[in-house]
């Protein structure tokens, strides 16, 4: 789950396996400069909900495969596995561990996986990222512990050999598994550490690529080689320095002077001096992250399908996307953004614009999205003053960027609605802990894709994984999403997410979508060995430096 507050575009630094130092001569001293917009919440794979602290844990941690770039396509790499197999239906796949270590010498074992994709099924963990174990057998009965942990479909067959049953064929299952929440874990530590786990370096232990050196929360975060882990030899890099820059001028501006090595820009007059600069290369590619509002659909206003939709349809999206965006991300009409795809079709493509299609049928009928509004009030007993509503919308950042927002999306719901709306400004955190608690009404976030299939996103608004925080449920919804998770013919599984995708979008509204990030990625000319396919999630692995001054 990578939720993150789009302030900037994402940074995506994944790193290809081919792409290795070779004849290049490389710097003496191999270290990289990067930065975070946030305070990562927690290293607590099982905990983790932001891609702050995913940026921090696929360096440290190893699972069992990679998704890496080869040649300038997604290439499958080994991670803890060696080699895996399914059985001949699909519902049972066994991994072959190689020889990795932890950061302390102990060997890494099955038995460690089993550990973690139980401990992160436990209903107790809390584990935000559980709706990723859905295919396992058993998951639902453990998740919501009505069957022990010990029922959950995975065994360690020895100290070197992982099974995993589902409970039925799932197409997509191997793209799954290059998430953190299934990353190993060990009992020992976290029974030792309790509480703490995850939230100072003491408290973390690695088998990945780097380990945590230093933290000091809300200002730098740095990662040193792991020597113990099994494929050092590929890992250039000594350190890797993150400094926490909340602010989008401090990290431009600490790029103009050579102090950070990579930067993300949304701003035309940013991307246009970065551009011009002689020692830079220019990365550009859409990425799998959506821009998104949402609703609380428990609130005693926006539990109103027809409200909620009057808000969806009264942004203008090629506007937001000028406006706000700079006209650098991709106006986005489907929950599924444009980069996503079911086997060789392009969903977005085949399913059509949701949003666009609505705004149609509402003009044929001679109304508006505000009429849409009146009817919702109508139906709750509200009268038919939209300036007498108290709405409020929550964003999480304070910053000018920020307030831009806020002041667009005021106008647009006055002059379309003639909703006099208030703005929350928050940091993020505060922003966060409101939206897990039910403490607002509309919000605004991004969220990234971890694979290509919709149902990475899809899945979010499961009754049971309401990973949004919606409080939507619906029965269909999580029939038709567990149907198309296990659907094997492309077309049949197509279709029941765009059916799917109707419900969550044309009839209830329960989310709208803004626009889709676009990656504005610049790196200084001297560092290597970067991925720019946006579902490599390999961190800094095999990036490394040479020629730097």
Known sequence: MLITVVMTLSLVTGCTGDNKPGSAELDAEQYINSYLVAEPTTLDPSLRSDTYSSSILINTLEGLIRMEERDGEYFLNRGDAETWEPNEDGTVWTFHLGENKWEDGVPVTADQ???????????????????????????????????????????ALDEKTLEITLSEPVPSFLSMIDTTVYYPQRQDKIEEWGEKYGSEPQYTISNGPFKVDSWTHNSSI???????????????????????????????????????????????????????????????????????????????????ANIRKAFMLSIDREGINEICFSGLRVPTYGWVVPTISVGDTNYRDAAGEMIKEMLTELEANGQTPKDLLLKGMEELGLGSDPAALKVTFNLAGVDDWFRTLGEYLQQIYKAELGVNLEIDFAEWGIFYDNVTKGNYQMGFMGWGAYYNDPYDVLS??????????????????????????????????????????????????????????????????????????????????????????
């Not at 809390?126 to 065994?155: C, H, Q, R, T, W």
């Not at 050579?258 to 990425?287: C, H, M, P, Q």
Request: aromatic fraction near 14%; glycine fraction near 6%.
């Open 222 to 304: 740095v990662l040193v080689k792991n020597d113990q882990y099994w494929d050092a030899e590929s890992v250039k890099l000594a350190k890797v320095n993150y400094s926490i820059m909340p602010d989008e001028t401090t990290y431009y501006s600490a790029f103009e002077a050579g102090e950070i090595d990579f930067v993300g820009t949304g701003k035309t007059e940013w991307l246009d001096k970065f551009k011009a600069r002689e020692d830079t290369v220019y990365n550009s590619y859409t990425s799998a992250t959506i821009t998104y509002a949402f609703f609380n659909t428990q609130d005693a206003l926006f539990k109103n």
């Open 113 to 155: 996986y089993v550990y973690s994709l139980q401990r992160s099924c436990a209903p107790e963990t809390g584990s935000p990222n559980s709706y990723f174990l859905a295919p396992i057998k058993n998951f639902e009965a453990v998740n919501k512990g009505e069957l022990d942990v010990s029922e959950l479909g995975v065994k």
């Open 460 to 549: 979010l608004f499961m009754s049971d994984y309401d990973a949004i925080e919606t409080g939507w449920k619906n029965a269909e919804y999580d029939e038709l999403i567990h149907k198309a998770s296990i659907e094997m013919d492309e077309q049949k599984r197509l279709q029941l997410y765009k059916d799917a995708e109707t419900i969550l979008i044309k009839d209830d509204a329960v989310v709208s979508p803004l626009a889709t990030s676009r990656v504005n990625q610049f790196v200084r000319d001297y560092v290597h060995g970067y991925s720019t396919l946006g579902f490599s999630n390999m961190g800094f692995k095999y990036v490394y430096t040479s020629g730097r001054l």
